[in-house]
């Protein structure tokens, strides 16, 4: 077992929650009146493809409704996730962050997405809201708590009992050129 610094649950409200304002973008809670571009976002396969939680774009509307309902109280208590907007124009850009607290991979820390509109690759957005997004998670109030954590999840050279320092957790699709590429050299 070991004992983490976490956010307290419930979660903040989505009313509570910060509307981030970057250089470029507005990052905050998705509404419901958010639909149409929520949607838009949501049905494009090259995007959510790479979604942690999802892995495939919605098949229609109601789908896209049902999962923006999902982000909404009483739900927004087991989830930090929010839509990134330009600011000169409102256009959504992307979604991101975490998306179920309370089904985190084996490690007990938390996992982020970041999904951004294929228009705006490599422009830095990602950059951008990834900043924000974990600057805005970090700043949450802290509780320390207990997890029980799978000897597997930090090696075979851990003794039992010393301290673990730092771990993270990567997971990437095996058709991910760039991460494959990248990740091994971290």
Known sequence: TYKARLPPRPLPSISARPHIRTRRLVIRPFL???????????RVHETQAHSTSRGRAVRDLEEARNSLAGLQAPHDEHHWYFGAFLASTGELVGEG???DIR???VSGWPRCEMLISPAFWRQGYGTEF????LNSWWDLPRERRKHQLLPFCI???QEPGREVIERLELIWEADNVAACNFFPKA
Do not use: K, N
């Not at 419901?32 to 949501?42: H, M, N």
């Not at 990834?130 to 997004?133: E, G, S």
């Open 32 to 42: 419901p009146s958010d639909l149409e571009a929520f949607y838009a976002l949501r």
């Open 103 to 105: 089904h985190q991979p």
């Open 155 to 157: 090696g075979d050279q």
């Open 97 to 99: 962050g975490l998306a």
């Open 130 to 133: 990834f900043d924000a997004l």
